[in-house]
């Protein structure tokens, strides 16, 4: 499959998640009002850019009440720093609110393609052949199928309502595939780090392109582990938000080019993990 420039909403995500992220870091240390309002704007654009990063914003925000857990005594200095990058970041969000309650009906928090890919990539569960991604052609044709089954549709549904209905059918093939759910899932972990085998899906073998990109991810993510792992109380800001949104991609649909805008965050821990690897090296070689 050949290499797409991703020209998109993940761009400006990963510059709210890292301006974000780092505020959030540099608050931590100055306690500034300043700090965690910058904080939360940052957050804010990137779940307005991309909705999956409200996982990084959720983490953040539970993660500073659990961090700053030793203040609970005086409750202000306890939450304010949670309560602050919440109400910048609801802020930001609201037009957004305000607006698919006005145009579909209800209020929408995140994108109106959560309940289509719900269905799209779970509706073969009952399947042998589950363990893949859903191209293109075989999504549409799972859709009219939907629709050719489902009698109570009208065809006036606007996206909200089609997305209740995805939602609603794409969960009852997981119910009754728990396992097979569960396995997939976890296979996702790779389609969304390293694209394994995800371009089979649009009709292109893995070529060398993709080769190497697994290789480069396999790379990062080693030194990433290893820049996290002997500081995790002074980083869990980019490793917690890199577990969650891991876990939010694989419960639904993964691709690698989702995680455009987290990169940064690994970049940063495997940046710190080749300076300690590299020193740790040289100190074995030169006693």
Excluded: C
């Amino acid at each position: 499959m050949p290499l797409i420039s991703q020209v998109s909403g993940d761009l400006l995500a990963g510059l709210g998640v890292t301006f974000g992220i780092l505020f959030t870091l540099h608050a931590r240390k100055t306690d500034s009002i300043r700090d965690w309002i910058l904080a939360g704007i940052g957050l804010g654009i990137a779940v307005m850019s991309r909705s999956a990063m409200l996982m990084v914003a959720l983490t953040v925000i539970a993660g500073l009440t659990i961090d700053r857990w030793n203040l609970r005594k005086n409750y202000r200095e306890w939450i304010r720093p949670s309560l602050l990058i919440f109400a910048v970041v609801l802020i930001i969000m609201t037009p957004w609110i305000i607006r698919t309650k006005l145009v579909f009906g209800r209020p929408l928090i995140g994108s109106s393609l959560i309940g289509y890919n719900i269905y799209r990539h779970n509706y073969m569960l009952g399947s042998n052949d589950y363990f893949r991604n859903i191209g293109n052609d075989e999504s549409w044709a799972a859709i009219q199928a939907l629709v050719a089954r489902r009698t109570d549709l009208l065809g006036t549904e606007n996206e909200a309502q089609m997305d209740l209905v995805y939602r609603d059918e794409g969960l009852k093939f997981i119910a009754a595939n728990p396992v097979h759910y569960i396995l997939l899932s976890k296979y996702r972990f790779f389609m969304l780090w390293f694209d394994w085998r995800v371009s089979e899906a649009f009709g292109y073998p893995m070529g060398f392109n993709e080769y190497i990109m697994v290789a480069v991810q396999v790379v990062l993510l080693f030194f990433a582990f290893i820049g996290a792992k002997n500081n995790l109380r002074a980083t869990w800001p980019l490793w917690a938000s890199l577990i969650l949104v891991t876990i939010s991609y694989m419960a639904v649909n993964s691709r690698m080019h989702y995680t455009i805008p987290v990169m940064p965050l690994v970049l940063s821990l495997a940046a710190v993990g080749a300076l300690r690897f590299n020193k740790k090296m040289k100190m074995k070689i030169i006693p």
